[in-house]
């Protein structure tokens, strides 16, 4: 099955400043790869997707590329703002739904 | 608000139980995931059910089972419960064909289980 892993596991930023996650999978079949964002408290929430046949996609700060041959995908926020502050987790999807483990962004005022 | 609903918000209860949760997917949606998050296990796949047939099963326990209605509400039963299965639960629903792959799926609040 799907095996999907994520780094870093805790990311410490100054408001400003970019904040990259990155995750590696292992099925190559994999081809529906989202981003979501979990507050303390709340469920995840969508923030941005990706499909295999496209390699970067972007949405006002946050984009996500992906590299299909090396098997990996991440997330980029730039112009960081303290409420950008919260647990993202990246996922893989073919069949089953694969969770990384988890970053905690926190970003500094 | 997801528009995905999630019963009991928080439960608590002994060794050996057995809970109910309860889960409304967003009007129009017609699958329904549920997740189990905790500490050590990050969000871990469950059960996927599509308009009442079940569709895909993840790292779901025997003990686990879970159904889904003819009005597209999901229950995940959860018995002779442990220490370790205290978690928080999510389900999500999506629009969905039946298959993960493309669907965006829409998380609820989720369900604390606390097992004494």
């Known amino acids: 099955g799907e095996n999907v892993e994520q780094h870093p596991s805790t990311l410490s930023v100054q408001e400003g400043d970019s904040a990259v996650i990155k995750c590696t999978y292992s099925?190559?079949?994999?081809?529906?790869f989202p981003w979501y964002k979990q507050e303390l408290g709340k469920g995840p929430q969508l923030i941005i997707d990706?499909?295999?046949?496209?390699g970067e996609k972007k949405d006002q700060r946050i984009a996500v590329t992906l590299n299909k041959t090396a098997k990996h995908f991440s997330l980029h926020i730039t112009e960081t703002q303290p409420e950008d502050s919260a647990v993202y987790f990246c996922?893989?999807?073919?069949?089953?739904?694969?969770f990384g483990a988890g970053t905690r962004l926190t970003v500094k005022p | 608000d997801s528009g995905v609903t999630q019963t009991p918000k928080h439960l608590i209860t002994a060794t050996g139980q057995r809970v109910t949760l309860r889960c409304s997917p967003r009007s129009g949606d017609l699958s329904v995931y549920w997740y189990q998050q905790s500490l050590d296990q990050g969000l871990q796949f469950l059960i996927h059910y599509y308009n009442g047939e079940e569709r895909a099963k993840g790292n779901i326990l025997e003990r686990f089972s879970a159904q889904q209605f003819p009005d597209l509400h999901s229950e995940l039963n959860l018995s002779s419960l442990e220490l370790g299965d205290s978690a928080l639960y999510f389900c999500?629903?999506?629009?969905?064909?039946?298959?993960?792959?493309?669907?965006?799926?829409?998380f609820g609040p989720g369900t604390r289980l606390t097992v004494l």
């Open positions: 996922a893989a999807s073919n069949n089953d739904m694969r």
């Open positions: 990706i499909r295999s046949n496209v």
């Open positions: 999500a629903s999506s629009v969905g064909s039946g298959r993960f792959s493309y669907n965006e799926q829409f």
């Open positions: 099925d190559s079949a994999s081809n529906y």
